[in-house]
Nanobody
Framework: VQLQASGGGLVQAGGSLRLSCAASGRTFSSRAMGWFRRAPGTEREFVSAIDWKGGSTYYADSVKGRFTISRDNAKNTVYLEMNSLKSEDTAVYYC??????????????????????WGQGTQVTVSS
């Protein structure tokens, strides 16, 4: 079982990137998925999440209006479209599989303990 995150890179402030997270070995179409990030010297923080159907999405306040999460269950892939990037978005981005298909409260989506499988991360660097 593997989660492969890709699409990171170096981009100027104001630019865009699209991250992908492809699962292989098993399907996660019945699980919510999330994106987290960790900047140097900081704790891992929630970025965005999506329920199993893709009908509900959640965002950290810091990325709301700039990032869009989506998923294609037929491809076993989740995406994170990142626009208007800022230097503070620089971090390693991780995708993760949640324990449940969805949660009744949005706070669960931000809790790292609700995710039981993690990808290896992809570096995003935004130059100012």
């Amino acid at each position: 079982v593997q989660l492969q995150a890709s699409g990171g890179g170096l981009v100027q402030a104001g630019g865009s990137l699209r991250l992908s997270c492809a699962a292989s070995g098993r399907t996660f179409s019945s699980r919510a998925m999330g994106w987290f990030r960790r900047a140097p010297g900081t704790e891992r923080e929630f970025v965005s999440a999506i329920d199993w159907k893709g009908g509900s999405t959640y965002y950290a306040d810091s990325v709301k209006g700039r990032f869009t999460i989506s998923r294609d269950n037929a491809k076993n892939t989740v995406y994170l479209e990142m626009n208007s990037l800022k230097s503070e978005d620089t971090a390693v981005y991780y995708c993760a599989v949640a324990r449940n298909a969805y949660y009744s409260s949005s706070s669960y989506y931000t809790d790292v303990d609700q995710y039981y499988y993690w990808g290896q991360g992809t570096q995003v660097t935004v130059s100012s």
